[in-house]
T-cell receptor, first 112, second 113 residues
Framework: NAGVTQTPKFRILKIGQSMTLQCTQD?????MYWYRQDPGMGLKLIYY???????DKGEVPNGYNVSRSTTEDFPLRLELAAPSQTSVYFC???????????FGPGTRLLVL | AQSVTQLGSHVSVSEGALVLLRCNYS??????LFWYVQYPNQGLQLLLK??????LVKGINGFEAEFKKSETSFHLTKPSAHMSDAAEYFC???????????FGAGTRLTVKP
């Protein structure tokens, strides 16, 4: 099992550009999550999904969108990138909300 | 809403010494509690979790944590630190069976030879 994979590993965006962060898991987990990690702030939940076709907002959803067309994939879309979106983004998946999550290696995003 | 406070953004111990990383939570309902470890340039890895079955929880790599309801704490301990334990540790809380998990700000553990 590859677990949770994320692409790209690193990206530089100009202000106003858009991009999609890819996330795939091969554990057949229904629950998937997107977090952002900023220094000294821990992780903040952006969006989550409880199954294909079902998504919901987390703590910091503004400026982001998600879709979940399959169990395996949970892409995160950034529209009109802003410097405040400079961060490290982690995708995670879990069997249930209380089972603990498996995290991907992260995508480091720099918006200039 | 629930929240997590990790006391001490940096903790330094000598190799072989006791590791104690502090976590206090607030939650209006009995929570689920987690400790994760993050090594440099990697994602988070689950160390252990509390789900009300037992107050003392044993995890991987020799770590354990004790849930104390009266103190609203879930501190992480390891009797003897190893150089490979150097990493950042995150405490997280989730109310009973929903997706609103909240993470603490993290504690960076340094292990001195």
């Amino acid at each position: 099992n590859a677990g949770v994979t994320q692409t790209p590993k690193f990206r530089i965006l100009k202000i106003g550009q858009s991009m999609t962060l890819q996330c795939t898991q091969d554990m057949n987990h229904n629950y998937m999550y997107w977090y952002r990690q900023d220094p000294g702030m821990g992780l903040k939940l952006i969006y989550y999904s409880v199954g294909a076709g079902i998504t919901d907002k987390g703590e910091v959803p503004n400026g982001y969108n998600v879709s979940r067309s399959t169990t395996e994939d949970f892409p995160l879309r950034l529209e009109l990138a802003a410097p405040s979106q400079t961060s490290v983004y982690f995708c995670a998946s879990s069997y249930s909300p209380t089972s603990g999550s498996y995290f991907g290696p992260g995508t480091r995003l720099l918006v200039l | 809403a629930q929240s997590v406070t990790q006391l001490g953004s940096h903790v330094s111990v000598s190799e072989g010494a006791l590791v104690l990383l502090r976590c206090n939570y607030s939650s209006s309902v009995p929570p689920y509690l987690f400790w994760y470890v993050q090594y440099p340039n990697q994602g988070l890895q689950l160390l252990l979790k509390y789900t009300s079955a037992a107050t003392l929880v044993k995890g991987i790599n020799g770590f354990e944590a004790e849930f104390k309801k009266s103190e609203t704490s879930f501190h992480l301990t390891k009797p003897s630190a190893h150089m490979s334990d150097a990493a950042e540790y995150f405490c997280a809380v989730s109310p009973n069976n929903n997706n609103d998990m909240r993470f603490g700000a993290g504690t960076r553990l340094t292990v001195k030879p």
